[in-house]
């Protein structure tokens, strides 16, 4: 499953990628993961333009130009994919481009072939009537959500103020470093603190950590070129944190 920082990441580029963009259709096969009826959800969201896109908790919120808010949760093995559609002349161009390159075409990735769900897009943020250029379903690019699971979620919201009354949604904790964080309840529960961050961390950058470190107190230990601190990065082992436990 995707950690919370994961999710921020596929937030920033989805604002980078698709804000602005209007939906001009919607595909799925899996109807049981649209809370909503597939039939009200594609009309509603058919021609909605992407104003925002925001994350509460692991819950991507997608906010619509009408006040409509669509919540996309990736639970376990959910993912999403931006494809670009391109002219003929430059799909043989990449494709030339992909016969010299031995790692081949990333979409066409095992994990990247169970999808579920397609956001059909036209226009961007840099075009301000894209929303009205948008005609005859013709779109220029796809958000498609590949899950092998099947266990994600998509939720269409008439506004903001209904989310936030969704039982289920209204339930969520403080967000991490919200200034609501009691540290001081914190620090009375523990007495020692251990942070390790690494210094090139896409995912957890140290800021983070030296936030922590500033209304937590304890150790900050930095690991140097450590990227994202997991087996899948090369960390299999973290002398410092068995060498802090054994104090405890």
């Not at 979620?153 to 009354?165: H, R, S, V, W, Y």
């Not at 942070?195 to 995912?203: A, G, K, T, V």
């Amino acid at each position: 499953m995707p950690e919370l920082p994961e999710v921020q990441t596929v937030v920033d580029d989805l604002n980078k990628k698709i804000k602005g963009s209007s939906i001009v259709d919607f595909w799925t096969d899996w109807a049981k993961s649209i809370k909503n009826s597939v039939a009200v959800f594609k009309k509603k969201t058919k021609n909605r333009k992407i104003v925002e896109i925001k994350r509460r908790a692991k819950n991507i919120l997608v906010y619509l130009d009408d006040g409509q808010v669509m919540l996309i949760h990736l639970k376990m093995t959910g993912h999403l994919l931006i494809k670009i559609q391109m002219s003929k002349s430059k799909c043989q161009n990449k494709s030339k481009i992909q016969m010299s390159n031995k790692k081949g075409n990333y979409f066409d990735d095992r994990v990247n072939q169970y999808i579920h769900h397609v956001w059909f897009l036209k226009g961007d943020s840099n075009n301000s009537n894209s929303h009205s250029n948008v005609s005859n379903n013709k779109y220029d690019k796809t958000l498609e959500f590949s899950d092998l699971r099947k266990f994600g979620k998509i939720e269409l919201f008439k506004n903001e103020e209904l989310l936030l009354k969704d039982k289920n949604f209204a339930m969520l904790g403080v967000e991490p470093l919200d200034k609501k964080f009691d540290f001081k309840k914190i620090k009375q529960a523990a007495k020692k603190f251990v942070l390790i961050y690494s210094d090139n961390d896409p995912l957890v950058p140290l800021s983070q950590g030296k936030e922590l470190k500033s209304q937590l107190g304890g150790k900050l230990y930095v690991v140097p070129r450590g990227n994202h601190l997991c087996e899948g990065e090369g960390s299999f082992r973290l002398p410092i944190a068995l060498e802090e436990i054994l104090k405890i």
